[in-house]
């Protein structure tokens, strides 16, 4: 999680006893490293005045289960220095539900995002994951979606059903994205536009030219609400101009 600040770090600490000196392992905290990309990790950096806005009830967050699962793939973080903590993030409905078409017992490609590092890390895939599920939403035809929609057995919601009967939306965005991998993306700003936001929040300098291509298009138009922000763009539409100090230092246990 971009948001979390901190690593675990243990300091060797030197205790003397009378006449006796012992070495002691302090268990502690250090901040991450930065990234190499000064102007990337300045977007991560403004997470912090992201994370207060939230608090302060100035802006409202959502989440949905497709970014549910992509955080339990990463490790268990620090919640101090946590750009994000104690704020409320608000549920969401996605703009189709996973589970009203894939149901596995495996948990590990339930999980999985379904990419070129899951395959390069030996991963057995299947039809579950991520990206096995949003490539078949991509070969859907119109006819297939009128069948899927009027099934009883699916027991889908008005929501669900308002969103695979314009899945056009979803194929056309998922078609110029160039790469499977961005398909996660693309399925994130659909459901945001589904449920009417303001803005996707995002770090992916790619996503963003990707939407701004898919806007200038002049062969084929589609409407496209919801914007796709980067923190610091996010703060300059607010009148922030300068964000919030990040609350704890380099190299500092």
Known sequence: MHSEFAVGSVKPTTVRWGNTETVSHVQGLTRKAPDKNAAYQAQIDALFAVGRLIREKQIEAYEYTEIQWEKMRGRPGYTTFNALRECTIHRCCPAVERTSFRTTADLTDFFAKGGKKDNDAGIALGMANQLAFFKWLCTLTKEQVEV??????????????????????????????????????????????????????????????????????????????????????????????????????????
């Open 148 to 253: 899927i929609v009027s099934s009883k057995e699916l027991c889908l919601t008005e929501f669900e059903v308002g969103s695979l009967k314009n899945i056009e939306w979803f194929q056309f965005l998922c078609e110029r994205s160039a790469s499977p991998e961005n398909y996660p993306d693309v399925f994130h700003l659909w459901t945001a536009e589904r449920n009417g936001f303001d803005a996707v929040l995002t770090l992916d300098n790619t996503f963003w030219e990707l939407v701004s291509r898919v806007k200038n298009e002049k062969v084929r138009k589609i409407e496209i609400k919801t914007e796709v922000l980067q923190p610091l763009d996010l703060l300059q539409k607010l009148g922030i101009g300068q964000p919030d100090p990040v609350p704890i230092d380099t190299d500092r246990f």
